[in-house]
């Protein structure tokens, strides 16, 4: 089975690919509490709020509320592989 697609369609299906992984990966942002972004990284909530300042995807929403950001984490992590 032979697919021909002329450049015009071929560029259109590459921009609504790129488009799609941009939504999903600004949708799949969520705020973490200190549970849950402890597990991800595999240390404990109280590690985690000790070293909280070093980390750029801490957020601080009040005076005692700290979330973490979910596609942050990820992002530092992968970092952390590579290296």
Known sequence: ???????????????????????????????LDAKEASLMLSMSEDWLYRHAKKFPFTRKLGPKMLRFSYQGIKKWLATRILN
């Open 1 to 31: 089975m032979l697919v021909t697609l002329t450049v015009g369609q071929l560029r259109q299906l590459i921009r609504e690919e790129i488009q799609a992984a941009t939504n999903t990966q600004q949708e799949a942002d969520r705020m």
